[in-house]
């Protein structure tokens, strides 16, 4: 299937693009990612690479997938449909990756290719190490927690942010989220939702609506921080509002690890979000060769819970954070690193 274009006038917006590679396109790519070394070992030379396979897309594939990070209108999450495998896979690494025995690099090279085409991967120090390259896998210690460690629980509907010094976490957050599955959970069940901003606001009331786009919301920083930097207490932003922008291409702004509303009209806004979310969300259960495009500022995504056995073969997703451009957090940059922010 292919994306379809946006509806204009008063109906809704298309919020879900699909994009399916024909099975010549995956095994023709798939061959040529699966002579790449390693994207880690150098990664410009890599995304050189990724950028030439990735070019031989079916021009119509190539440009929707284009037009997914550089348009206002286009859907919010891209569901990307048919992309190569790595022939064989080791076992789900039970520390939450990354996997020190894995032979091939088709799965680093989807991921990595997808984003190039949205704009340029980053990493930052406080969520994987810095790494590029995310593995979103169970973690015994972490079920039961609001992060990518977690399995028992719903993962609240949220965008990634990133914890900032100057108090605001939605301003170096990822424009974008490349989600890819390399292996699904036992028994199938865990659904990654994405509620675009525009169906949200549709959702809603006027009230609501003027509460949530007032400055009446703290976050708190994401669970990777508060974890392993700030021991374990609440590290709550400046006020922000939940939405801001115009009506017809709205932003949006949560923290799976919680909002704290500073007024009880605020409280109320906020369980009428959530509501709503829940009522116009897409549904995608990502099974091996499916990816998720996911615009991080135009809507909220969550994960459904699901049952880990921690056996070497549970759900195992890879992620990247991408940034449309990286001068506006030139401020966060490590040394030695052109792609690393503190």
Not at 1 to 25: F, K, Q, S, W, Y
Not at 112 to 135: A, N, R, Y
Not at 198 to 209: E, Q
Request: proline share 6%; with cysteine.
């Amino acid at each position: 299937m292919t994306a379809t274009t946006v509806e204009t006038g008063t109906r809704a917006p298309r919020t879900l693009g699909l994009i399916e590679l024909p099975d010549a396109v995956r095994d023709a790519i798939g061959r040529d990612l699966a002579a790449e070394p390693d994207p880690t070992l150098d990664i410009d030379r890599a995304m050189a690479r990724y950028h030439q396979i990735f070019a031989t897309l079916p021009l119509e594939l190539l440009q929707q997938i284009l037009d997914f990070g550089r348009h206002n209108d286009t859907p919010g999450v891209g569901y990307v449909r048919n992309l190569p495998v790595d022939a064989q896979l080791p076992a789900t690494p039970a520390n939450g990756g990354p996997a020190a025995d894995k032979e091939t690099f088709v799965a680093e090279g989807v991921l990595l290719g997808l984003s190039g085409l949205l704009g340029e991967p980053v990493g930052f120090l406080t969520e994987k190490k810095g790494q590029l390259v995310h593995d979103v896998i169970p973690v015994e210690g972490g079920a039961m927690t609001q992060t990518n460690q977690g399995s028992s629980v719903f993962l609240n509907f949220h965008n990634d942010i990133v914890h900032d010094t100057i108090g605001r976490y939605d301003v170096s957050n990822p424009d974008f989220l490349v989600l890819s599955c390399l292996r699904a959970d036992h028994e199938g069940v865990a659904a990654t939702h994405y509620a675009d901003a525009r169906d949200i606001v549709r959702a809603l009331d006027s009230r609501t609506l003027e509460l949530l786009r007032s400055p009446l919301f703290r976050l708190n920083a994401p669970g990777s921080y508060i974890r392993d930097v700030a021991g374990g207490g609440e590290v709550l932003s400046d006020p922000v509002a939940m939405i801001n922008g115009p009506e017809q291409f709205p932003e949006i702004s949560s923290s799976a690890n919680g909002v704290r509303a500073m007024t009880t009209a605020g409280e109320a806004a906020l369980d009428r979000l959530q509501a709503a979310c829940r009522e116009t969300a897409h549904q995608v259960f990502l099974r091996p060769g499916e990816a998720l495009l996911i615009n991080n500022r135009k809507g909220l995504h969550a994960r459904t819970p699901f049952t880990a056995r921690y056996d070497g073969a549970d759900r195992w997703l890879q992620r990247t954070y991408v940034r449309r451009s990286q001068w506006t957090i030139r401020y966060r940059q490590t040394d030695g690193s052109r792609r690393v922010h503190y």
